[in-house]
């Protein structure tokens, strides 16, 4: 079974999500906020997981992402829509699968809130960053 777990970050009331897989330990985080970097390392630990990837669902405009600290720190890869910021180690493409030892993910291309959105598939979970909100959809107006 997949490992699960649900972050937030009060400040920015950003979501961040781990998924680990049991079997190889390795994990991803998805929208990781600066502020949380010690929080989302410590859980990893916590977790006995090794990071191994970050992705982004968009350039967020609410906050700035941890995934350039995360990379110093572990070495994990980080990936985004190509359309959004150039610092990303890999761009990600509609369509294009994600594996993480039993974990797979599928890339889907969601522009509206901002052109690079994307959303990530995971078995019964759609990690849907800011083009959907919980009772809400993402604004249209950023970038």
Do not use: N, W
Not at 55 to 83: I, M, P, Y
Not at 95 to 107: N, P, S
């Amino acid at each position: 079974m997949t490992i699960f777990r649900q972050l937030f970050d009060r400040e920015s009331s950003t979501f961040t999500y781990l998924l680990g897989c049991p079997e190889t330990k390795q994990a991803l985080l998805i929208d990781p906020v600066r502020e949380q970097v010690e929080r989302d390392l410590r859980l990893v630990k916590e977790l006995d997981l090794t990071l191994a990837l970050v992705l982004e669902t968009h350039v967020h405009a609410d906050h700035v992402t941890g995934a350039g600290e995360l990379r110093a720190r572990t070495g994990a890869t980080t990936r985004a829509s190509a359309a959004g910021a150039a610092c990303i180690d890999q761009p990600l493409t509609d369509g294009e699968t994600i594996t993480l030892g039993t974990l797979r993910g599928v890339v889907l291309a969601t522009p509206g809130h901002t052109d690079d959105s994307l959303s990530f598939h995971f078995g019964d979970r759609l990690f849907s960053g800011d083009a959907l909100l919980i009772r809400s959809a993402g604004r249209t107006d950023f970038q």
